[in-house]
T-cell receptor, first 114, second 113 residues
Framework: DGGITQSPKYLFRKEGQNVTLSCEQNLNHDAMYWYRQDPGQGLRLIYYSQIVNDFQKGDIAEGYSVSREKKESFPLTVTSAQKNPTAFYLC?????????????FGDGTRLSIL | AQSVTQPDIHITVSEGASLELRCNYSYGATPYLFWYVQSPGQGLQLLLKYFSGDTLVQGIKGFEAEFKRSQSSFNLRKPSVHWSDAAEYFCAVGSEYGNKLVFGAGTILRVKS
């Protein structure tokens, strides 16, 4: 079955450490997205990529970095510069960057601070 | 800039009762509107979407939503709620450029038996 796989499901970060969240899709979608979800705040866009080797900052990109070297993969690195990283992180994809294309979501990674 | 308001943080309904979840958006032109549902610890699943045409949109799991331009609203409805509908519901509007989404804060639905 096609879909989006996020790993790990749970992740713990020590102070000063960078951690990388994995997102893989086999839907052959061009566009991919990373969201951060905090209770009572909905989803906020961190980064998005409309095509391989291209990505743009979303609304809350500070303290995060991404890469898009392959169409199916869009990893997110939470750097030590992100002072409040505890959250639920969701990866999504859409068939292309055209307006109105539905986004399909993975099951998320919950990141906590040790 | 686009924005979405979901006025109700929590809603509790009895099983078998009708449901309406409210969503108000701010957008200058014809919006692209979506409703998603999220079970605890899971990702989001698309319930329905509105782009243009008929203002009453049918979705999965028996849900429907009505677009009212004059009220800038896109409320989600279901005639008879099942216990399995307990979840968090998000309304979203598409941005002016590209395919970015702006989400509301969500409404948590509790179903009592």
């Amino acid at each position: 079955d096609g879909g989006i796989t996020q790993s790990p499901k749970y992740l713990f970060r020590k102070e000063g450490q960078n951690v990388t969240l994995s997102c893989e899709q086999n839907l052959n979608h061009d566009a991919m997205y990373w969201y951060r979800q905090d209770p009572g705040q909905g989803l906020r866009l961190i980064y998005y990529s409309q095509i391989v080797n291209d990505f743009q900052k979303g609304d809350i990109a500070e303290g995060y970095s991404v890469s898009r070297e392959k169409k199916e993969s869009f990893p997110l690195t939470v750097t030590s510069a992100q002072k409040n990283p505890t959250a639920f992180y969701l990866c999504a994809s859409s068939i292309n960057r055209d307006r109105g294309q539905p986004q399909h979501f993975g099951d998320g990674t919950r990141l906590s601070i040790l | 800039a686009q924005s979405v308001t979901q006025p109700d943080i929590h809603i509790t309904v009895s099983e078998g009762a009708s449901l309406e979840l409210r969503c108000n958006y701010s957008y200058g032109a014809t919006p692209y509107l979506f409703w998603y549902v999220q079970s605890p610890g899971q990702g989001l699943q698309l319930l329905l979407k509105y782009f243009s045409g008929d203002t009453l949109v049918q979705g999965i799991k028996g849900f429907e939503a009505e677009f009212k331009r004059s009220q800038s609203s896109f409320n989600l409805r279901k005639p008879s709620v099942h216990w399995s509908d307990a979840a968090e519901y998000f309304c979203a509007v598409g941005s002016e450029y590209g395919n970015k989404l702006v989400f509301g804060a969500g409404t948590i639905l509790r179903v009592k038996s």
